[in-house]
């Protein structure tokens, strides 16, 4: 497949988020939150520990305090510690900003192989991250919806540019995760069958334990189109 | 100040009907939990169950289990040398690569979020990593929990673990020292507890390693050195121990000139430190086998 970069440029597409209850609002009543998504910055770094980790912190001293099951994975995410390394060099990182509010952010790794297209690269996405305030926990209720759809379709975007032709690979995070792509799946065919034993980044040790997908890079355009500029 | 923008474009999976938008909006997090560097966290509990901690005990707490780290970490490139005590002698790769901080301390608690980073380095020729100095951490605080002076650690290790002595005599009930380095590894779940009582099993294991007596009695080895010019020896009583030096009278000469390399049984005054043979002025040399015993690493 071959794409003409021209019709992909960051100007032609406007990234959005919902609110979190876009289903009881009338669809003409409905307005969508801008995303500005940009390369990650001191800023960011500041609001990772001061926003993100002290409420992760949060959510996790609830779930000891409450014995209730373990908190989720992503409270051992380190967003402030991966935003001001310096290695590995090939990270890319993006954040996406709504007004003052960080609201999510990608980590890409550029040219690792496609496991469906011989030959191939693919653009990995290492970690996609909604602010914890974005996510229904125990003790919170959701504010936006679909940054993660967002910034997906972002990394398809980053793709192309890259010259990866929307292929993006990644695992699945947890079962949670994997059982989200096969339900995606059955109704938007974005990713080929899961697979097992597929390595991940040098820092990713265990990714051979979990699903990785990939996209199909023609579903992932249609996902990308979604949010074209009219 | 950036402002919050809305929009009336809605993304089109979102206008275009379709039934399955909704999954589309909760896609999930994508990513991995890091691992856990090799760490250490320490409770501190202070008497009475007292709210507050003098900063002269927090502080030598902290030194002491740097010192520790640092301590053992030279036993883990070097070896363990029953009577190495001079810390000023561990070199600056070693104590840099032992070096400990400290993550962000949880509120209300006194919770000493210890790590070190999670590196590999050669010193010394030997690939060490800062997981292996945790775990000769865990052995070394537990095995002198359970054998008391019979664990083999440097002097330097028990001097630098009773420097916690200060903060028990102080404020401090006792400390609890949980070392993991893995999620998996539920922290406290099996910690050491560092009280006063096991600090004086560390002063006794320590006085122990420094009690001296001399007895008259007989040795075995094996004879790897003569200097017939100061009538001296070296014995080898236990392979991969140091080698115990010695003095022999006049008489002995011949015979010790053709034990030489054999196994052989030495009598007379022997000296000990700690247990351990330290030093013997031999009066009688016996021939244990006329083999020569090999030199063997270890």
Known sequence: MSLSRERFTLAQFHFTALPANYQHVPLEQLKAFELDILEQDDECQKYFAGVWERMYMALEKHHSLANESPSPGWTKWKPATWCGQRDPEDRQKFAAWCGPNLVGFLNVRADYPSIFSSGEKVLYVEHVGSAPGNLSTEIWEKRLAGIGTALMAYAVLQSVLQGYEARVGLHASDSTADGFYLTLNQKRPIFHPGRQGVGGTPQDRRAPQRPYYETVPEQALHLLEDYRRA | ?298
Do not use: C
């Open chain 2, 1 to 298: 100040v950036r402002e919050i923008k809305t929009t009336s474009k809605l993304p089109n999976w979102f206008t275009t009907g379709d039934a399955d938008y909704a999954i589309v909006a909760d896609m999930p997090e994508i990513g991995y939990s890091p691992d856990l560097p090799p760490r250490i966290p320490t409770r501190v509990i202070p008497r009475n169950g007292g709210g507050h901690l003098s900063f002269d005990s927090l502080s030598d707490i902290l030194l002491s289990i740097q010192h520790t780290v640092i301590s053992v970490a030279h036993e883990l490139v070097y070896g363990v040398d029953l009577f190495f005590r001079d810390m000023r002698k561990i070199s600056k790769e070693v104590t840099q690569f032992a070096r400990v901080h400290a993550e962000p301390f949880e509120e209300g608690s006194f919770i000493i979020h210890a790590e070190l980073d999670d590196r590999t380095t050669e010193i010394g020729g030997k690939k060490v990593t800062t997981r292996q100095v945790v775990e000769r951490y865990v052995e070394v605080l537990s095995g002198i929990a359970k054998e008391g002076h019979e664990f083999p650690t440097s002097l330097a290790v028990l001097h630098s673990i009773e420097e916690m002595d200060k903060a028990l005599k102080r404020d401090v009930a006792r400390v609890e020292l949980a070392p993991s380095g893995s999620y998996e590894q539920e922290a406290f779940s099996s910690p050491v507890v560092i009280d006063p009582d096991y600090v004086i099993q560390v002063m006794n294991a320590r006085l122990h390693r420094l009690s001296r007596r001399t007895e008259y009695g007989s040795i075995k080895g094996v004879l790897r050195a003569v200097d017939t010019t100061q009538r001296r020896f070296k014995l080898e009583v236990e392979r991969g121990r140091p080698i115990v030096p010695g003095e022999y009278i006049e008489e002995l000469e011949v015979q010790m000139i053709l034990a030489l390399g054999k196994s052989v049984q030495i009598t007379g005054y022997v000296s000990y430190l700690g247990g351990a043979p330290h030093q013997i002025k031999a009066t009688l040399v016996d021939t244990v086998s006329n083999q020569l015993a090999p030199f063997k690493r270890g």
